[in-house]
């Protein structure tokens, strides 16, 4: 695993393992859309960013801030690595809003796609609120698979009872 928490980059985009010097740059970036936070299992908004960035890095999941042309315009993060059985998960995924829609998403998506099938690994999962329609059609425009949804699956910081979509990409079906 040590392998596959290393900086990602294609031209003017570069996924780096996010650390406590992240922390300013994320939090103009995670300020940038109050309301979305309300879709999350967690909230960075004002009020809950230092607690929510201190808890990601020290989750164990493998973390990365966004940058574009210089800028922390985001995160996401490969959860969830169970290597014995070759199956990740690319969550706890957010862009700033001006660089929605742009393809940036989907480049992302990409680099950490190939990284994962390029280490080894056999399926990559997404799960997504199913009140996310925008981030389910991402997903589906990578060529994921919906699988199915979970329902109430977990409980949001909101004490919403979320149900949550399952989608995956298997090594085989890529590209």
Not at 24 to 43: F, K, N, T, V
Request: charged share 25%; proline share 2%.
């Amino acid at each position: 695993m040590s392998g596959l928490h290393i900086s990602l980059i294609d031209g003017d985009l570069a996924l780096d393992p996010l650390d406590a010097s992240d922390r300013e740059g994320l939090r103009a970036a995670c300020a940038a859309d109050d309301a979305i936070w309300q879709l999350y299992p967690m909230s960075w908004d004002r009020d809950h960013f230092d607690g929510a960035f201190d808890a990601l890095l020290g989750s164990g999941r493998l973390a990365y801030a966004i940058r574009h042309r210089g800028a922390i315009v985001g995160m996401t993060a490969y959860v969830s690595v169970d290597e014995a059985r070759g199956v990740l998960e690319i969550g706890n995924s957010y862009i700033q809003p001006d660089r929605r829609g742009t393809g940036l998403n989907r480049r992302i998506k990409r680099l950490m796609i190939d990284h994962a099938f390029a280490g080894g690994f056999r399926r990559v999962e997404f799960r997504v609120d199913t009140r996310n329609t925008r981030s389910a059609a991402a997903v589906l425009k990578l060529g994921a698979v919906r699988e199915g949804v979970m329902r109430e699956e977990r409980i949001t910081w909101t004490g919403h009872l979320r149900d949550t979509a399952l989608f995956s990409v298997l090594h085989h079906e890529w590209r």
